[in-house]
């Protein structure tokens, strides 16, 4: 019978083209001998392939997101048309600190969206990096003996050697490897695209001022679509129990990054003050911002 059997499967074999062959025998190898994989490290490795996915559904609508910034980021900072020059002076918009502070405040915004997408872009493409060499070493340092020290490596806690519980999920395998770039790249990409759609709202209040009814409906449409996004994200929260919570954890992750790497170098220091700086005169160009509205003569102020 069992001869039998053997037959079968060689005859079953022969039969597969050399790539199936190659795939069966690889795998045959990975099962009952050879490196000796753990269900742990198995899993790990269908978590890493998720991962991957992930970040890359992160990284590429943030980069579609930059480039839209990059081309309107400056859109109101422009010489208003003609047709809206002659208006704008007769209803004493000009001089209106409270249009300057709506042009401000845009400006501001779409700074704050390109600067989050940015940087969510980077920490993506840093930690599928890392994922890729992961997939590498994980399995052999382990059948080896080693990555017994976990090391940490760029942002993460880097522990995949170590740790072979099975984890319950992809997110939970992300939050006990790499809970630093996970949290960064869902704040930040959720929060610029909000800074991005109220940056927007402010932009059709500002071009439709001429007609109030329609720019306050067009205003309120864009801000319902960005409170809609957090109550969404708030009632199907995965982790930290909704956006304040994961804004939160986000900012003590990021101290306690640059706190464990001040003497690394001074770049993390500099980090710090630099954001400090940012939110500082953000608040002073709020409370008084100092652009003119447009400046250009008299004799071209009257509609031709």
């Known amino acids: 019978m069992h001869s039998t059997l053997t037959s079968i499967s060689q005859n079953y074999v022969l039969r597969q083209s050399p790539l199936h062959v190659s795939h069966t025998l690889s795998s045959t190898f990975l099962i009952r001998g050879g490196s000796q994989l753990t269900q742990a490290e198995t899993a790990n490795s269908l978590y890493i392939r998720s991962a ?6 992160l990284r590429v609508p943030a980069a579609v997101l930059i480039s839209i910034i990059m081309k309107e980021m400056f859109a109101l900072q422009a010489t ?16 209106s600190k409270r249009w300057r502070t709506v042009r401000y405040t845009y400006l501001l915004l779409m700074v704050l969206a390109f600067s989050l997408e940015t940087f969510t872009i980077i920490v993506a493409t840093q930690v599928l990096t890392q994922l890729a060499t992961t997939q590498r070493i994980v399995p052999l340092e382990a059948s080896a003996g080693m990555g017994t020290n976990e090391s940490k490596i760029g942002g993460s806690f880097f522990s995949l050697g170590k740790h072979k519980e ?12 790499f809970e630093f770039e996970y949290a960064t790249c869902r704040c930040h990409f959720v929060t610029g ?10 932009r059709v209040r500002y071009a439709l001022r001429k007609y109030s009814d329609l720019s306050i409906s067009g205003m309120c449409c864009l801000l319902t679509v960005a409170t809609a996004m957090l ?6 929260t995965i982790t930290y ?34 954001a400090c700086l940012t939110l500082i005169y953000a608040v002073l160009g709020l409370t008084s911002p100092e652009f003119a509205y447009f400046e250009l003569d008299d004799d071209e102020d009257e509609v031709k």
Not at 85 to 92: A, F, G, I, T
Not at 166 to 177: A, C, G, Q, R, W
Not at 193 to 202: D, E, P
Request: hydrophobic share 45%.
């Open 52 to 57: 991957v996915g992930f970040f890359n559904n």
């Open 166 to 177: 099975v984890h319950e999920s992809m997110v939970d395998f992300l939050i006990k490897n």
């Open 231 to 236: 109550t969404y994200t708030n009632a199907n």
């Open 193 to 202: 695209l909000l800074s991005f759609t109220v940056a927007t709202a402010l």
């Open 241 to 274: 129990g909704g956006y304040l919570n994961l804004l939160k954890r986000q900012l003590e992750l990021s101290f306690k990054f640059l706190k464990a790497r001040v003497r690394s170098g001074p770049l993390s220091l500099v980090t710090a003050c630099l």
């Open 80 to 95: 208003p048309p003609s047709c809206m020059r002659k208006w704008d002076k007769e209803n004493r918009i000009h001089l």
